[in-house]
């Protein structure tokens, strides 16, 4: 995804594009960049998943998860520039499957796992305790734990990512000579009022 040059090719100077074209190459990275790490997530999730000696790390579990639907989500709300993915994508996939139902279950449990009013992880009860002689004698406060995400979601929700960044990846690289093709022949009179990149405070991610 990083442009890599040769010694003797490293530019003297980045000028930012803020042209429509590159404003969409600018969201289709983040997409890709989001979409990785959806992929990264599920492989930890897996691996966490596996059985063993141990019983399951739910914190680990739970904040990876939500970190994958969470990535997952941004990938299909990037700007307005034509750059996002949309359920049309999704069929464009080829995978085999009820894809845009379970996008849109991914879509709503990220809205519950990101809740800033409800638990995501269990649902809490208060009731009126009653001795032998049918007095109340307190309080009972219950729980009902919600179940880890299953290992069949994790894989399932991996492979739509990993279709989807093949997607994205080859639009990147179709647009990418399109954009430079713009620019090529332009004069170097032209180029230079192009506003510079701050290179030494400029994040490696930012240099497209």
């Not at 980045?14 to 997530?41: M, P």
């Amino acid at each position: 995804m990083m442009p890599h040059f040769a010694p003797a090719d490293q530019p003297a100077t980045l000028r930012r594009l803020d042209t429509s074209s590159a404003v969409t190459l600018v969201h289709l990275s983040a997409t890709f960049e989001d979409l990785q790490t959806v992929l990264r997530c599920c492989e930890r999730l897996v691996t966490a998943l596996t059985p063993g000696e141990d019983p399951p790390d739910d914190l680990l579990i739970e904040a990876v998860w939500t970190t994958a639907l969470l990535s997952y989500g941004r990938c299909f709300s990037y700007g307005r520039a034509g750059a996002t993915l949309t359920e049309t994508d999704l069929a464009a996939t080829n995978l085999k499957g009820d894809l845009t139902n379970w996008h849109k279950v991914l879509l709503k449990l990220q809205d519950h796992y990101t809740s800033r009013t409800t638990n995501p992880r269990e649902v809490f009860s208060i009731g009126l305790a009653q001795g032998q002689d049918g007095a109340a004698n307190g309080i009972a406060i219950t729980s009902a734990r919600q179940p880890l995400v299953e290992d069949l979601a994790v894989r399932q929700t991996g492979a739509v990512a990993l279709a989807l960044s093949d997607m994205v990846s080859a639009r990147i690289t179709a647009l990418q000579p399109n954009i430079f093709a713009e620019y090529k022949d332009t004069p170097r009179s032209e180029l230079d009022k192009l506003p510079l990149f701050d290179v030494s405070n400029t994040p490696e991610r930012d240099l497209l």
